[in-house]
């Protein structure tokens, strides 16, 4: 991100979300992002990840700038190089692990890279012998390496990542981050992750912190 800036609101009554937000981050590389409520760090993953258009500066994804491309394009360019993981998860109740990561495969454009096998990559982040299982019937860190499992299927270029360990305990979310960390590394995904858990900064190679919409270099 290039001096992207971000507005909500009307005429009236406008917040600056993103003041001029300068971010790079390397393929491998996991970056956390600290910082209170109201931040703007939600704004900075919808932006990143195209689901956000900013008012000023630019985003470029995998070389492509997405701040010039249009909604149809973006939401392309989402499917196929941006994986979201998101709080506790959010798996569909109705489908068992193993059809959570079979359903991303399907949208994909059809030109993409082709995606991780489900079953091998539940291997990878220790939930095999779970496959078969509904979320209900998983407890809160088997739901959340689903949820990564599922963002990584695609073989995404960036994965964005909201809070992941805000419903886990501190030995269930040093292993959740941990698994992040690894996974991204060995198959060189660009992660950002928006974390208030400042115990599992030391899992991250980059840490941010942001105030009031400006995003500063902790570490
Ligand atoms: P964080 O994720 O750090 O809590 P957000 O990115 O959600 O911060 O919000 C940044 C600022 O923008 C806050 O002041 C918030 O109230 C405001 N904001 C976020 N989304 C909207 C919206 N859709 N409309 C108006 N204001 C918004
Ligand atoms: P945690 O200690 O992480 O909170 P739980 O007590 O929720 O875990 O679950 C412990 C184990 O029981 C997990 O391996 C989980 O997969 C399994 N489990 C939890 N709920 C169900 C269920 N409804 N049916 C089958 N297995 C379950």
Redesign the pocket.
Known sequence: MEGVCLQ??DGTET?Q?LDNVDLAVRPGELAAIV??????????LAVAGGLARPDRGTVTVAGVDITAAGARARARLRREHVGFVFQAGNLIPALTARDQLRLPLRFRPRRARSGRDPLALLEDVGMADRADRYPHQLSGGERQRVGIARALVTRPSILLVDEPTAALDRARSHEIVRLLARESQHHGVAAIM?THDHDVLEHCDTVYE?ID?RLAALA
Not at 35 to 44: D, R
């Open positions: 909500h609101g917040v979300a910082g209170p409520s109201g931040a703007g760090k939600s704004s900075l928006v942001m919409g």
